[in-house]
């Protein structure tokens, strides 16, 4: 039992002194945050090829080629010519064939078929690495706190993105109705779906990108302002996405290629001709590429405007950030005008819409440090 001590005794210099235990935030880092963003990094990079792979599969007209939804047995692509002359037999069922193709060979479908079999595989591929991710991730412990439903929130609309997929082809798939190509509006839902998961993923791994308490404090200097600009933006854009699918539903783009007319005029000719009057706005090729074209112009204005008050901000990298978003909108906009002059070749066309990925991540990149901006010390700058 040890004696009473004087206050004013010394205190022995080898005494052990227990450790500064780290705070809540940095202890949920524990690795996991690097290991987690570089696993959403590859889930956004999948879900960017997915786009382009989509696009290529639609400008070949390859999206009707597989005419059934077998999730688990539509991995195993067709071994033996009896399997190829089914899937073929399948496949001359529908109105696709019946109108469009019937001078495809056995070997011309095997070519289409490739293109619509790899663009589900990778859709496959993409729900196992999240799978792989998320449960490897979940039963090692290494989610970090508030994390385990937002992590969810891409495995689960990427599972209604396979449904919708299968929603989109199914009104193509059509005996006697006269379907030669997917509906335009069921397109436009699966790209619109495809760029919200997109949009997930980037969020994340700019969050990811910076610890927890650097977040914490970054938020308390908010720029509400630009923020609200660059919201508005964000939708205008996603907005314009959506367009764009309607004009590549309905092969719009190749309507009309003369520039800044419209065949030859202010309004395209024929724009309403369809039947009831509210159609036109989705369905007459003319009408939809000049609306899609209107929102292109009034886009870069406001892309012009938020551009404008973003290089304001106080913060250097927001400064640089809304410059690099309003630069490939602006590089966007010449693209689209390439690509209608052109008619649209595919060459051309993926890489409008792989530009559509970069003006929308780069948008979301701007809008992120307008709500946790990146301080600059004076001697920093």
Known sequence: MSGKRSIFEEVSGDQKQEAVQPGMIDRDRGGARKAIRAWLIILFALVVIMIAVGGLTRLTDSGLSITEWRPITGAIPPMSEADWQSEFDKYKEIDQWRIQNQWMELDDFKTIYWWEWGHRQLGRVIGLVWAIGFFGFLMARKIPTGWTGKL????????????????????????????????????????????????????YIFELGREERDLMQARRAKEAKLFSLSTGLMHFAFLQILIGALVAGIDAGRSYTDWPLIGGQLLPPDATILEPMWRNFFESPGLVQFIHRCAGYLLLIFGVIVWRRGGTSAHSQTRFAFNAAFAALALQVVIGIVTVVYAAP???????????????????????????????????A
């Open 346 to 380: 595919w060459q051309i066309a993926i890489f409008h819409q792989f530009m559509a990925v970069v003006v929308w991540t780069l948008i979301l990149r701007a809008r992120f440090l307008t709500a946790y901006p990146i301080a600059t010390s004076i001697r920093g």
């Open 152 to 203: 969810l929130i891409p495995g689960a609309l990427g599972g209604v993105q396979g449904a919708v997929g299968w929603w989109m082809v199914a009104s193509g798939v059509t005996q006697g109705e006269g379907m030669t190509a997917v509906a335009s509006y069921r397109l436009a839902v699966h790209l619109g779906l495809a760029f919200v998961i997109l949009g997930f993923l980037a969020w």
